[in-house]
């Protein structure tokens, strides 16, 4: 489906978990996240908060966990961004767009549910997809 987010969570062995989310989706229902991209986001959180996060590589148990995210996810996702763009935390470009844009697009689906599915192109990672629990 178009326009929606999906989360993703770095699993540490140590620590919090590295998350972020991503969107929106395109015309044919994909996000594609780049290794760079993902671990750029994951060294934000543990630059911006020192004490909670350790290295999102160097630490990394191994496992990526995503999912279609919700709509308490994405306000969550909304009252982080207001809580912390304005301490200069270095959010991706049109980030609180896509999270709105997101909101809506997942409000409109009510109880469906989203099919998501995975694929990995190379890397040492297991991708564990989660099933979206609706609205």
Not at 10 to 23: D, S
Not at 29 to 41: H, K, P, S
Not at 69 to 78: S, V
């Amino acid at each position: 489906m178009a326009g929606l987010a999906v989360s993703t969570s770095i699993k540490p062995t140590r620590k919090n978990a590295f998350g972020c989310i991503w969107g929106p989706s395109d015309a044919s229902g994909l996000i594609a996240i780049e290794r760079g991209e993902l671990l750029r986001q994951a060294v934000a959180d543990k630059n911006f908060f020192i004490m909670d996060y350790g290295h999102p590589e160097e630490d990394a148990a191994g496992i990526i966990e995503l999912k279609v995210e919700t709509i308490d996810g994405l306000d969550g996702a909304l009252k982080a961004h207001g809580m912390f763009s304005a301490g200069s935390f270095p959010f991706p470009p049109g980030y609180q767009a896509m999270l709105l844009d997101a909101r809506q697009q997942t409000a409109a689906l009510g109880l469906q549910i989203p099919r998501l599915s995975v694929e990995s192109r190379g890397g040492d990672c297991s991708t564990v997809a989660v099933q979206w629990a609706g609205g």
